[in-house]
């Protein structure tokens, strides 16, 4: 737990994430009322356009300065790291857009998405696949060997793929 992450930073280069998740929310298909949880709200661009549409929203995520961006905006959000979900059917929805690939152990956060479901509850996430940063991955593997180091003991990525 307690991802590094700078808001401002993030709101400059990578504004792109919220715009690109619209069609996110639109699968989603949000009902005013609903209880849904954003997992990995991140700065919580995304889970403030759920509260305008009348949805009753929770907002986790790893980092605390994105948290506290998330929150500055309205948005209840706690620190909580997403694959140790702490929730027991609260939720008819469970959303995550762009952040399921920082999370590289995919059972325990798939068990506890579960967890948080209502019977009959969705979960609609989106998140990059295999090959989705092959570059950096081959210069960062180059780059670590080169210093005696393992990627994989150090790569906080899942990028599955279709099949996984």
Same mark, same amino acid.
């Given at each position: 737990?307690?991802?590094?992450?700078?808001?401002?930073?993030?709101?400059?280069?990578?504004? /792109?994430?919220? #715009?690109?998740?619209?069609?996110?929310?639109?699968?989603? $298909?949000?009902?005013? @009322?609903?209880? +849904?949880?954003?997992? !990995?709200?991140?700065? !919580?661009?995304?889970?403030?356009?759920?509260?305008?549409?009348?949805?009753?929203?929770? !907002?986790?995520?790893?980092?605390?300065?994105?948290?506290?961006?998330?929150?500055?905006?309205?948005?209840?959000?706690?620190?909580?790291?997403?694959?140790?979900?702490? *929730?027991?059917? #609260? *939720?008819?929805?469970? /959303?995550?857009?762009?952040?399921?690939?920082?999370?590289?152990?995919?059972?325990?956060? +798939?068990?506890?998405?579960?967890?948080?479901?209502?019977?009959?509850?969705?979960?609609? @996430? #989106? /998140? @990059? !696949?295999?090959?989705?940063? @092959?570059?950096?991955?081959?210069?960062?593997?180059?780059?670590?060997?080169?210093?005696?180091?393992? *990627?994989? $003991?150090?790569?906080?990525?899942? *990028?599955?793929?279709?099949?996984?």
């Amino acid at each position: 737990m307690g991802q590094a992450w700078d808001p401002q930073a993030y709101a400059r280069h990578a504004r /792109f994430v919220p #715009e690109l998740g619209a069609p996110v929310l639109a699968l989603l $298909d949000p009902k005013p @009322g609903e209880r +849904i949880l954003d997992l !990995g709200c991140g700065d !919580g661009v995304l889970t403030r356009r759920l509260l305008d549409m009348g949805c009753d929203v929770l !907002g986790v995520d790893a980092s605390p300065s994105m948290v506290a961006a998330a929150q500055s905006r309205g948005v209840p959000a706690v620190l909580m790291d997403g694959h140790t979900l702490a *929730f027991d059917q #609260e *939720f008819d929805a469970v /959303f995550s857009n762009a952040a399921l690939h920082w999370m590289n152990r995919p059972d325990q956060v +798939i068990a506890g998405v579960w967890r948080a479901l209502k019977p009959g509850g969705r979960f609609v @996430g #989106e /998140f @990059g !696949g295999r090959g989705n940063v @092959g570059t950096v991955v081959a210069a960062l593997r180059a780059e670590l060997a080169a210093r005696g180091l393992s *990627f994989d $003991d150090l790569n906080p990525w899942y *990028f599955p793929t279709a099949e996984e």
